[in-house]
């Protein structure tokens, strides 16, 4: 109920430009080219009079980009974020945010100088209270208006070279779902059905898994803003050797609708989401980008999937295959990349042999396509909760290979990545700006590790958590009941007791009287004889 109306409060509100401002979107920052708000802890541009951060000329990397994409200045997201932007803020220290408001992931505190440690940890591991309350953010964050975002609708050249903004505001969840879309869609090459299909600022190439990376813990990020729980971390699903699609339930992501097999049950809160951003063929087909409206309710028809492209998800021998490959990326560094531990982790590597291209689809896209619903479009993928659950896991996977491989910096490619996958490209659309290269290191330098990563009694103390939590919840009610208990056994005890005194002397209660109406004659022995004994089976034996 607190959940609800927590969520009609904020509704209520509105976005707030005064608390938490989004200045960039207006007509004078986009003719400026400048994306410098003032921080509201001293007014200032980036909070340079208190030492958070200056407004400072973008830097964008000159190295070249690989043949897939042939084209120059046709694309907005092309040197990110220099169609829009010139000048951002550069942050200081632990400072970060488009104005340096917020610290860096891993700190907290009033001077961002206190150091963070977050679990994640398996959802199936979470005690009921935990499910709930995850449950209860997602569904807050979808009915939320964005307070620090908006997102675009039209390009720049639709804006007027900025003249004319276009954005609309949308959920804090969505925003996700809107970059997630926006870093992935088509080139808009000019007119309908005038695009190109082969690139993509996310996927396909060196930067998925630092991009999905940084996604996930800017989306922890916002949430702990949105609750004001800073203890928050994302779950993740191990769906290793899983048989179905095991977070599909009422209780977590939603169970299937017994009406319609490719929607979610009524019994599910996420049955009521609308899903944007969906439809990548209308928009290249028409030549737009998505104008964030509704489109239809979230879809998910797990396992009736097309058996050709995934066989089943992934295995833990697959993951370990996978783990095993000792070079980051390889050739062309696209999908056809051979024995490569992101172009195999990614899904179209053979997680069997890691040639590249492979007929079949495996590890991360195998999931999205076995969800058969919203899940299975690139672009409109962000709009089932369960993509957070799995991105988390695929990023265990590589937090583990890092830790297993150390790789060198080195081993990143400076140059002739597919176009905004080289290391000092600026990722899409983040701001503020973050560089592929930064988060090619491991989780702890971000202040989070996963519970199964963990030592082997960390690990088993973790699995048993949940259980504590809930025998803590119950406790009261166990003393209670064996209070109870304790009261009644001892005034039967002195019920009896008084009983017998009273009626010592009476003939009738004499056992001697009664004893031959009970007594039943002893025909088998109680206890086995040796030969008997050895003719049976018994569990030492057994095992």
Not at 48 to 72: I, K, L, N, T, W
Not at 472 to 493: E, M, S, Y
Request: one cysteine or more; glycine letters at 8%.
């Amino acid at each position: 109920m607190w959940q609800l109306l927590l969520v009609c409060f904020l509704l209520r509100l509105g976005p707030s430009r005064q608390q938490f401002p989004r200045p960039c979107a207006t007509r004078e920052a986009l003719l400026a080219k400048e994306c410098c708000p003032a921080w509201e802890g001293d007014g200032s541009p980036c909070g340079a009079s208190s030492g958070r951060g200056s407004c400072r000329d973008v830097e964008v990397p000159q190295q070249p980009d690989g043949p897939q994409y042939p084209f120059a200045g046709l694309d907005d997201r092309e040197k990110w974020p220099l169609v829009f932007y010139n000048r951002t803020c550069r942050c200081a220290g632990n400072f970060m945010g488009f104005s340096c408001a917020d610290c860096a992931f891993g700190y907290f505190g009033v001077n961002c100088n206190e150091r963070r440690e977050s679990l994640r940890r398996n959802i199936f591991h979470l005690s009921g209270a935990e499910r709930r309350r995850l449950v209860s953010y997602l569904n807050l964050a979808k009915q939320t208006i964005s307070r620090d975002y908006v997102v675009a609708t039209g390009t720049y050249r639709e804006m007027e070279n900025g003249s004319n903004p276009i954005f609309a505001d949308v959920s804090s969840y969505d925003v996700f779902v809107w970059m997630h879309y926006y870093v992935s869609r088509s080139a808009l090459l000019g007119g309908p059905g005038n695009v190109w299909t082969d690139v993509d600022f996310a996927h396909w190439a060196p930067a998925f898994l630092p991009w999905h990376r940084l996604y996930l813990l800017h989306w922890e990020h916002e949430i702990r803003k949105l609750t004001g729980d800073d203890g928050f971390s994302i779950p993740y699903w191990d769906w290793r050797d899983a048989q179905g699609c095991e977070v599909c339930t009422d209780e977590l992501m939603g169970g299937r609708s017994p009406r319609d097999p490719s929607l979610l049950s009524p019994g599910s809160v996420f049955s009521s989401w609308t899903v944007l951003c969906s439809r990548a063929n209308d928009y290249s087909d028409r030549g737009i980008l998505c104008d964030a409206r509704g489109e239809g309710p979230l879809r998910r028809n797990p396992g009736n999937h097309n058996r050709n492209v995934v066989e089943r998800l992934p295995t833990s021998a697959e993951v370990e295959f996978t783990l095993s490959l000792p070079d980051y990326d390889t050739g062309a560094m696209d999908r056809g990349a051979n024995m490569s531990f992101r172009n195999t982790l990614e899904g179209f590597g053979d997680p069997r042999t890691g040639v590249g291209n492979s007929s079949r689809m495996g590890m991360h896209a195998a999931l999205h396509v076995f969800m058969n619903g919203s899940m299975s479009s690139v672009q409109g993928s962000a709009n089932d909760p369960i993509f957070l659950l799995h991105h988390a896991f695929v990023d265990s996977i590589y937090e583990q290979w890092l830790r297993r491989h150390r790789p060198s910096p080195s081993q990143y490619p400076d140059s002739d990545a597919p176009i905004g996958h080289n290391s000092e490209y600026n990722m899409v659309p983040f701001l503020p700006l973050h560089r592929n290269r930064e988060f090619f290191i491991s989780s702890k330098e971000f202040g989070y590790e996963y519970s199964y990563l963990l030592g082997a009694n960390q690990r088993l103390a973790e699995s048993m958590r949940p259980y504590l939590e809930e025998l803590r919840d119950v406790w009261p009610w166990l003393l209670l009941a064996g209070l109870c208990g304790g009261i009644a056994a001892v005034t039967t005890a002195a019920a009896v007791l008084t009983v017998r005194r009273r009626y010592a002397a009476s003939p009738w209660l004499r056992v001697t009287k009664w004893k031959h109406l009970f007594a039943v004659p002893e025909r088998q022995p109680l206890i086995c004889s040796d030969s008997e004994e050895t003719k049976q089976r018994n569990y030492q034996t057994t095992l």
